[in-house]
Nanobody, 122 residues
Framework: VQLQASGGGLVQAGGSLRLSCAAS????????MFWFRQAPGKEREFVAA????????KYAGSVSGRFTISRDNAKNTVYLQMNSLKPEDTAVYYC????????????????WGQGTQVTVSS
């Protein structure tokens, strides 16, 4: 089982990035998918979540209205579209998968991706 996150990079404030997390070795549609991030010296924090078939999503207050999580079960991939990026969005972004049908960040996670670096310059 593997979660492969990609799409990170360096962008100026106000710019956009789209992160992808491709899953292999699992029945992707059975997993609720999450994005977390961790900035240097800070604890990992919840960013966004999407339930099995995309019928329910949840966002952290700090990204609501700027970020959009989506999924393509045919491609075994979850996305995080990030618009209006701010320097405080700089972090390593991780995807995670849980068999629970939930958008609660306190879920028990079965798999984690390796992370992709997002750096937003001012």
């Amino acid at each position: 089982v593997q979660l492969q996150a990609s799409g990170g990079g360096l962008v100026q404030a106000g710019g956009s990035l789209r992160l992808s997390c491709a899953a292999s070795g699992v029945t992707f549609s059975r997993y609720s998918m999450f994005w977390f991030r961790q900035a240097p010296g800070k604890e990992r924090e919840f960013v966004a979540a999407i339930r099995w078939y995309g019928d329910s999503t949840k966002y952290a207050g700090s990204v609501s209205g700027r970020f959009t999580i989506s999924r393509d079960n045919a491609k075994n991939t979850v996305y995080l579209q990030m618009n209006s990026l701010k320097p405080e969005d700089t972090a390593v972004y991780y995807c995670a998968a849980t068999l629970q049908s939930t958008t609660d960040w306190r879920a028990r996670f079965d798999y984690w991706g390796q992370g992709t670096q997002v750096t937003v310059s001012s």
